[in-house]
């Protein structure tokens, strides 16, 4: 089906919209990435039960997206958003709040499901608002402005928490939640242009699912996808811990750091963009997943020898982000793109797969932490190498089909 793009939304601040939205999540985690080990010290908690701050946020967001995705091709996308606007607001007042660890934790639960309705959203609006031939080419520029987030976010998120202390991090959030409803409410229009009235109904809903879970399109994209993803997740779950508990960086360096791995993604983004006016979707996602290897393989190799240094890390979480900068917009773009109808429905399938490794993934890395690199680097190789396997096996099957 050729999808065309929608005119009456030409002068409509769509990219810029799409941008900040997507923006909530990477700064979601990072900004309070160097508030992590004073939150396990001022609680005096285990680094395990402060990793359910993460943890339970990306269960929050994966769970959400399988009801989200469907909501919006049902009621739209602008409605459903601004309510999801609403309960971050909420949340990150909550969290600001909080006085135990585990309120923090429902509240950052609570937070997730607002990220997650903005993330969702601004997904199904690439698919409603630009033909199919374009959608990758404009979730790789959107990546780029996105990958300011994470670059800026760790570096403000360690001067408010020397500054200020853990709860400044939530306040900003919330500030920021405040700014996108008010410019949602003047500048989005109404993008779902097929609203689905049994988008919700269990007999539609069933049967979204089973097209886009049926298809071998959407797993071709969707794990890749997903396990690139997890492989970045092992950095943002884990750097904290090891460059300041580990490696002895202070806090207020931290953000500085964190910024210098992270800006692999916008690295990544501007590689994708260039790539694909030259060559296929599924080719790029082969030179990404290749680089996704490429970084496992140099941190196992690196701590193996005994090159336990801060510099180290950062090099193979630039290239892990570097990965992840050309995965991303084809895995997204690749997973969606084959439903116009059904949108909402797979970007929220395909965010969940993300969630779900980024869960294992966090987990894992919290239940492993020894003091050490040995635990982290193992699972940054592991992933690389699925990563890259997956991308052959499967996608094969789809070319070949």
Request: charged content about 5%; hydrophobic content about 55%; aromatic content about 10%.
């Amino acid at each position: 089906m050729n999808h065309q793009p929608l005119p009456q939304f030409a002068h409509a601040p769509i990219l810029l919209l799409i941008s900040v939205m997507l923006m909530m999540q990477p700064l979601s985690t990072d900004l309070y990435l160097a508030s992590l080990p004073s939150l396990a010290s001022g609680f005096n908690v285990p680094v395990s039960t402060v990793q359910l701050t993460l943890t339970l946020f990306v269960i929050g967001f994966g769970g959400a997206q399988l009801i989200v995705g469907p909501l919006s091709d049902r009621f739209g996308r602008r409605p459903v958003l601004l309510a999801g606007l609403v309960l971050y607001i909420v949340a990150s007042a909550l969290c600001a709040l909080s006085q135990s660890i585990d309120l923090l934790i429902a509240a950052r639960f609570l937070q997730a499901l607002g990220c997650c309705t903005a993330v969702i959203i601004a997904r199904a609006i690439v698919r409603d608002a630009y033909a199919l031939e374009d959608s990758a080419r404009v979730i790789a520029r959107a990546s780029t402005w996105i990958s300011l987030a994470p670059i800026f976010g760790p570096i403000l998120g360690s001067y408010l928490q020397v500054s200020f202390g853990w709860r400044a991090a939530f306040v900003a959030l919330g500030i920021l939640s405040a700014c996108i409803f008010a410019a949602s409410v003047m500048h989005l229009p109404e993008t779902n242009q097929h609203k689905n009235p049994k988008a919700t109904d269990l007999s539609g809903l069933m049967e979204n699912y089973r097209l886009v879970l049926g298809s071998r399109e959407f797993w071709a994209y969707a794990v890749p996808g997903a396990l690139s993803y997890g492989a970045i997740f092992s950095f943002i779950s884990g750097s904290s811990f090891v460059l300041i508990n580990v490696l002895g960086v202070p806090t207020q360096w931290f953000g500085y750091c964190f910024a210098l791995g992270v800006s692999g993604y916008m690295t990544g983004t501007l590689i994708c963009r260039r790539l694909l006016k030259n060559i296929s979707g599924l080719q790029a996602l082969r030179i990404g997943t290749a680089c996704s290897l490429a970084s496992g393989v140099f941190f196992l190799a690196a701590t193996l020898l005994g090159m336990i240094h801060w510099s180290m890390i950062l090099v193979a979480m630039f290239l892990a982000m570097v990965a992840h900068g050309i995965n991303f917009p084809v895995t997204q773009s690749g997973a969606v793109s084959p439903f116009p109808k059904q949108a909402g429905t797979a970007a929220g399938l395909m965010g969940a797969l993300f969630m779900l490794f980024a869960f294992i993934v966090g987990s894992v890395v919290g239940a492993t932490h020894n003091g050490t690199l040995y635990p982290m680097a193992i699972i940054a190789c592991a992933l690389g190498a699925l990563n890259f396997y997956s991308a052959r096996a499967i996608t094969s099957q789809v070319v070949a089909a």
